[in-house]
């Protein structure tokens, strides 16, 4: 999968020459090094470095290649996703133009089972505009955190900005590492450029990847529950509009509740006990989540509330639902959107 990845630099309108690729293989095999050094050994562009340690998050490794990236500018490119090959060349374009901080586009998400999904487009937004730029002080926190999404392979960062406020990765947080930073980069830039009719990043679902697989072990659940609060905290005290990032993420760890038949109560109440009191967390209004969600907005309201809510009786159906032989990880994996 990191030939399409390198394939998508190669083939980017700006020139792959103008591309510093810092490549950090993570607790990776020695063949799989092999063919890294294989397959990039002749470009200098391109630096390659193994990172081997205890973490089990991408925060490490994207530390690690945040530390030794020497460009003026910063992007994410994960193993098993691609760029579209006009990215760079217009999100550098508008960063520059701009003079923002941060420019931010659309993505796509392609399953290897149903194709292309594309992104839906964002209602509360003028779709007619090439750039849209939202400047700190004025912003609609509602719109912005609407708009921006927490994910970083959708933008590009000043590297100036980064090295400035000393913005990194949370290593010690399981999921919500790109989450927590990009509340920091929002909580500290004073300009973002948004494109709106950007599509340039296509981001692989696929069985076998950390977000996509809901069914955790209870050790990671917990921990997962524990970065899900720690987002929610950083993001409300850094000011910005958080309910519809809560009831997304919510609605997720009440699915991988669902799933993760090997839990027990003990596990079960300590995810209560993490994430019950956003449970209480304002509830987006009705316009705003169907605008937002479509339909799955009505879902979103209720969902977590009765599976996060009701650890016992929710810890009965899974129960109940295996010894049926009910494949409830599957029905949820098929229907997930959030």
Excluded at 122 to 128: A, K, P, V
Excluded at 269 to 281: G, M
Excluded at 307 to 321: A, D, E, R, W
Aim: proline fraction near 3%; glycine fraction near 6%.
């Amino acid at each position: 999968m990191l030939e399409r990845a390198f394939k998508s630099l190669q083939a980017q309108t700006l020139g792959f020459e103008h591309i510093e690729w810092v490549v950090v293989v993570h607790n990776s095999s020695e063949e799989s090094i092999k063919s890294i050094h294989a397959m990039t050994q002749a470009y200098p562009n391109v630096s390659v470095y193994m990172l081997r340690d205890t973490y089990k998050t991408v925060a490490a490794p994207r530390n690690h290649g945040l530390e030794r990236a020497t460009g003026t500018y910063i992007g994410f490119l994960d193993q098993d996703d691609w760029f579209e090959s006009d990215c760079y060349e217009k999100a550098l374009r508008h960063i520059r133009e701009t003079e923002a901080d941060i420019v931010a586009f659309q993505i796509q998400s392609v399953s290897a089972d149903d194709g292309v999904q594309t992104v839906p487009p964002f209602t509360l937004l003028d779709q007619t505009k090439e750039v849209i730029v939202m400047e700190r002080e004025t912003w609609d926190s509602r719109l912005f955190m609407h708009i921006m999404g927490l994910g970083v392979w959708s933008k590009i960062y000043k590297r100036e900005f980064l090295n400035k406020h000393l913005l990194q990765f949370d290593k010690g947080v399981h999921f919500c590492d790109d989450a927590l930073f990009n509340i920091d980069c929002f909580d500290k830039a004073k300009r973002i450029a948004f494109l709106p009719q950007l599509v340039g990043y296509n981001y692989f679902l696929h069985s076998n990847s950390t977000v996509q697989n809901i069914n955790k072990t209870p050790d990671e659940v917990v921990r997962y529950a524990e970065g899900f609060a720690e987002t929610f905290e950083r993001g409300i005290g850094n000011g910005l509009y958080m309910p519809g990032v809560i009831w997304g993420y919510l609605c997720y760890m009440s699915a991988i509740l669902l799933a993760s038949a090997k839990l027990t109560m003990r596990e079960r109440k300590a995810v209560y006990t993490l994430l019950s009191p956003y449970l209480k967390a304002e509830q987006m209004d009705t316009e705003y989540a169907q605008k937002s969600y479509g339909n799955d907005g009505k879902i979103m309201r209720r969902f977590p509330n009765i599976v996060i809510g009701y650890p016992l009786i929710t810890h009965s159906l899974v129960f109940l639902m295996k010894m049926l032989k009910v494949d409830i990880a599957g029905r949820l994996k098929k229907n997930q959107r959030y």
